[in-house]
């Protein structure tokens, strides 16, 4: 169970966006908990039976027991051995109805897929590593090659990058990946200086592909090899001059993505096992990096939809707020577009201000929707929705680098801002630019407390408090924005101003 203690992060952030206590029974004992074990004892052996049930029946159950929702199913670890997976959540906050089941039974059929996606990976690399020890050149290759192919952030550049380092190895006068799935992903490095090389590398390259012979025996090892092809039928033909080709199959779990592939014009040799094996072992691992990230992107889905749900159910809580988060997203976009951030800068940004009040789902509606002005008693309440905010979603790894921008989102240039009373530079630049959209979203929407404004008087009061409360240059660029040929609609937003702009 070793192996688990990789996953706890991943299973930590699940805890809390499912808002349920996870825990792993080997049959043996609770080897992993998201939270120290209920005091119970009763309970517990409640949830060891569960578990046991879970083991013997391998399939998805659930029941209530007491005051908690079991939800469980069978999980495979390494060795073959086959653990319980079980969430329980509190019956007085969860209801329990059929929605609920079904999504906690996809919601742990995703988690477990996951996991057990990546245990495989870990061990076909583990693997790998042993067998690379045969060859010295071959470790040389491995291991410039391995950070790109086993990261999650896998890219065309990361793949090109990986295409020149086999090339430089391998000594070929063209090395190609065929992956009609991935836009992008089907690449070629050829030897420039070589006069041999096809001039439409790219059209030799469908050709070699569309000749392969499908009763070829060798595909059922997923990989084609012509020595020269002079004496090979379907290929004699496809060059003027005689070449070799060494072709594998980018494939995992019997899921083809497509072909990765190398020719030399220098028929004095021949292709060797050992660069089979190469070649075949980049292309298993690169099959794997590619269904991870299908699986990662699926997770992203998962946690997206999360989020959407939260959101809702924040804005759900004061109908005058309704569309508030996505509509500031919307400004904040349009400003990093305008300041040309970085794509990871605007990524980060994009989930800051979708989720910049999240806080508030801890805040009494009664706060939120009070027509009048608040009391110094609830306007502490609206103050600590940034760190309640900021508390809710630091578990979230992948949320790390937004984090700023939900705590520091009322922060002041002149100091005067909440939670901490940072001054001009010391705010996050990601903070400042959902301040800009958070305000102009709050003026032009209608609150409990006082009606909306125009566009044109919102910029206008914005332009007043440029360099006190709101970032100036910042100011300018929205303006620019809601003035020029990108000209925001005046369709209401978020954020309350109040005395000073800052919404509550």
Known sequence: MKEMLHCTKLLASFSEICKAHLVIDDGKELSFSTQSEPNDSHFIQS?????ADILDGNSFKW?????????????KVPDAQTVALVAYSDRRTALTNCSN???MRNSLAAIAELIENWQFAQQESEQLTEQLGESFEAIALYSRITPQIM???FSESTLRTLMEDLFEAMGVDLIFTSIPSREGYSLFVRREDASSVDADPQGFIENLIDAISADTPSLEEQHFVVQNSRSVPNYEKLHPEAFRFLVT????QS?????????????DKIFRYSELRMAATVAKQLAITLSNNDLYIELQLLVINVVRSLVHAIEAKDVYTKGHSERVSRYCSRIAEKLCLSKEEKNSLLWASILHDIGKIGIPERVLTKPGKLSAEE???IKLHPEKGYDILKPIEPLAKSLGGILYHHERLDGKGYPSGLRGGEIPLQARIIAVADTFDAMTSDRPYRPKITAKEALAVMDEVAGTQLDA?????????ADGTEKLEDDGGLFEKLEGIHSR
Request: charged share 15%; net charge positive; hydrophobic share 45%.
């Open 47 to 51: 949830l060891r039976r569960f578990s």
């Open 63 to 75: 029941k209530s027991q007491g005051h908690y929702n079991l939800y469980g199913r069978p999980l």
């Open 101 to 103: 089941i079904v999504r």
């Open 151 to 153: 990261a999650f952030t």
């Open 249 to 252: 199959a980018i494939e995992h």
């Open 255 to 267: 899921v083809p993505y497509g072909w990765l592939g190398m020719v030399s014009f220098s028929t």
């Open 379 to 381: 306007f502490g309440w």
């Open 473 to 481: 240059e910042l100011v300018r660029a929205f303006t620019t924005i």
